[in-house]
């Protein structure tokens, strides 16, 4: 399970008239703690950010799972509420989760979440989708400490020790 962390970013940004504007632009940042969040949000915006910036807030979010949608240039936040059936007083009791979908509208996002939870065998009901301001998401990204030699060697010893194991 991701833990996401959405990071304020402080900066001057050039607008449309030429002016210089300061801006503090949210992204959102999968890490473990404050200090990892801090340092990745720094590693994956210096590239685009020209001058001086700094991150002005780091906190943790409520997000449990994210939809992406690569044609999506928007982010929606989708409460829902999970229905579950109390065994011992038999009442119904609601739990929320938010999840974020990309998308291009307010329509697609509804359409991306519905695609999402196909096959869940949880009973929801959406409860809210509103537009968020994040203007990114950075994911983990998981890289191989293997070489190709290394990861063929350890597919060959699954393969026997899998045999051995029948």
Not at 7 to 33: F, Q, S
Not at 41 to 50: A, H
């Amino acid at each position: 399970m991701s833990l996401w962390f959405e990071c304020k970013v402080r900066y001057e940004r050039m607008i449309e008239n030429g002016t210089v504007k300061k801006v503090n632009e949210p992204y959102l940042v999968d890490a473990l703690t404050f200090t990892e969040a801090e340092a990745r949000i720094i590693e994956k915006i210096t590239p685009f950010i020209s001058g001086d910036f700094s991150i002005s807030a780091v906190k943790k979010t409520k997000v449990s799972e994210i939809f992406f949608d690569e044609t999506g240039d928007r982010y929606y936040m989708v409460k829902v509420n999970f229905v579950t059936i109390d065994e011992k007083s038999g009442n119904e009791k609601k739990s929320a989760s938010f999840i974020l979908v990309q998308a291009s509208d307010f329509a697609g996002s509804l359409k991306r979440f519905e695609e999402g939870m196909k096959g869940t065998m949880s009973d929801y009901e959406i409860a809210s989708i509103t537009e968020t301001p994040l203007m990114d998401v950075f994911p983990m990204e998981f890289k191989s400490v293997l070489t190709p030699e290394e990861a063929e060697e350890k597919r060959r010893l699954d393969d026997v020790n899998r045999r051995l194991a029948e």
